[in-house]
């Protein structure tokens, strides 16, 4: 098993920056991947970003493209979502996940956090 732990959501303006955190323990060996999420009252879950913990290749969703930086410190087991020029549409849950492989999709990955809350008002 692989516990994820998410940190660092709230309330910010439109414009501001945001770092999420999820912190990986158990048998993180097991899994090569690490991903951001995020699901919007009403909505669907989206896929916002991932990274490989060993080669740390990224992917990123057309929507948060060169607003969003995804980044894994090995050494704390840790994979951080650094997001700037927020928006209002950006608000949602945001859940990490950890999986084999570098996707978008979510039924790939096994292990899923709790979740933290984004909120950008306008």
């Known amino acids: 098993q692989v516990q994820l732990v998410e940190s660092g959501g709230g309330l910010v303006q439109a414009g501001d920056s945001l770092r999420l955190s999820c912190a990986a323990s158990?048998?993180?060996?097991?899994?090569?991947?690490m991903g951001w999420f995020r699901q919007a009252p009403g909505k669907e879950r989206e896929f916002v970003a991932a990274?490989?913990?060993?080669?740390?290749?990224?992917i990123y969703a057309d929507s948060v493209k060169g607003r969003f930086t995804i980044s894994r410190d090995n050494a704390k087991n840790t994979v951080y979502l650094q997001m700037n020029s927020l928006k209002p549409e950006d608000t949602a849950v945001y859940y990490c996940?950890?999986?084999?492989?570098?996707?978008?999709?979510?039924?790939?990955?096994?292990?899923w956090g709790q979740g933290t809350q984004v909120t950008v008002s306008s």
């Open positions: 996940a950890a999986g084999r492989m570098v996707v978008s999709a979510s039924h790939v990955y096994n292990y």
């Open positions: 158990g048998r993180t060996f097991s899994t090569d991947a």
């Open positions: 990274i490989s913990w060993s080669r740390g290749s990224t």
